[in-house]
């Protein structure tokens, strides 16, 4: 089936964007991906080690960019400056990429987005030329604002990073969904493998995961199942399901015909 | 003698002028990093032209697996 995910004009195969972060070694971190079937990779920005073997295996080696498109992110960035500055870094980085994800944290404990920096932020990003893929709360009206400013992708959280819970409020990721005119994507929060064909199946564009899947037991067999749920979540909302009814039961073999009647 | 900042901690060099000399120094050279000089943004074309001075602050970043 030809249902590409598109984001900022380019199109995409897999609706699941997974992160590169918490993996035994890059070798674990490789595997995963590639199960994963994920297209776009998250990446972070950090200084490098000076007066460390520079001939250790990096992640560059591990996941080429030739084959992997990167989405450097701003995590731990708790202000709009520190997050513009890290984004101008990564695209210096990336020669001249610019698709990026843009996190403003407000609190260390709970990771919950700083909306004010975070439009802030991406108000500056935008100008400046980046396509802005934005972690935010699961806010229609702020969800509303950064498409406003002209983001690419808005990404509500579907519970606290690293949580693993799940779908906390399916009601206003569908509040999001229905009003967007760019992609959706649930970052965060995922746990396993409903829990991601459950955003797919609310009509969410793609997922995008870390810790379900790198603290899963097998990081690599969750991979494959979270690439699995992805599609099935998208087939299932673009089949459409059945409407619900509670007030009664419908068989689903024939009434007629009944042996002795 | 130059007096470096570099990713916060402070450094002396004799043979070194340009932010490419640096990368020589420090391995770096050739490999996937993206400098700051005092705040500004050295593009890798710039890195041989730009010359350094005694107390500048450096930042010399790298892509690392992260969520």
């Known amino acids: ?261 | 003698m130059l007096q470096l900042t570099i990713n916060g901690e402070s450094r002396q060099f004799v043979s070194v002028t340009s932010i490419s000399d640096l990368l020589i120094e420090l391995s770096l050279i050739g490999k996937r990093v993206a400098v700051e000089r005092n705040g500004e943004i050295v593009p890798r074309g710039m890195h041989a032209a730009t010359a350094l001075d005694s107390g500048d602050q450096l930042e010399i970043v790298v892509a690392v697996g992260g969520g």
């Open chain 1, 1 to 261: 089936m030809n249902d590409p995910l598109v984001i900022a004009g380019k199109a995409y195969n897999s609706r699941l964007l997974v992160g590169t972060g918490k993996y035994k070694d890059f070798d674990e971190t490789r595997r995963a991906v590639v199960a994963s079937g994920a297209q776009i990779v998250t990446v972070a920005i950090r200084r490098t080690n000076i007066g460390q073997d520079t001939k250790a295996p990096s992640l560059l080696d591990a996941l080429p960019m030739s084959e992997f498109t990167y989405l450097p992110n701003t995590a731990m960035c708790y202000t709009a400056d520190e997050a513009v500055r890290t984004l101008r870094l990564a695209r210096e980085l990336l020669d001249g990429h610019d698709l990026v994800k843009l996190e403003v944290l407000g609190d260390p404990h709970t990771l919950f987005p700083n909306m004010p920096e975070t439009l802030k932020a991406a108000e500056i990003l935008v100008k400046d030329g980046f396509k802005v893929m934005v972690y935010c709360s699961d806010d229609p009206i702020q969800a509303r604002m950064l498409e406003e400013i002209g983001v690419v992708a808005v990404m509500p959280l579907a519970s606290l990073i690293g949580s693993g819970m799940g779908i906390l409020n399916p009601w206003n990721l569908k509040l999001i969904i229905d009003q967007a005119k760019v992609p959706v994507m649930v970052d965060a929060g995922v746990g396993t493998a409903s829990d991601a064909a459950i955003a797919l199946e609310l009509g969410c564009d793609g997922v995008l995961m870390n810790t379900a899947i790198a603290s899963a037991q097998n990081p690599v067999l969750m991979a494959g199942a979270m690439k699995k749920a992805v599609e099935a979540g998208r087939e299932a909302f673009l089949a459409g399901r059945m409407p619900k009814k509670y007030y009664s039961a419908t068989p689903s073999s024939p009434a007629s015909g009944m042996i002795g009647s």
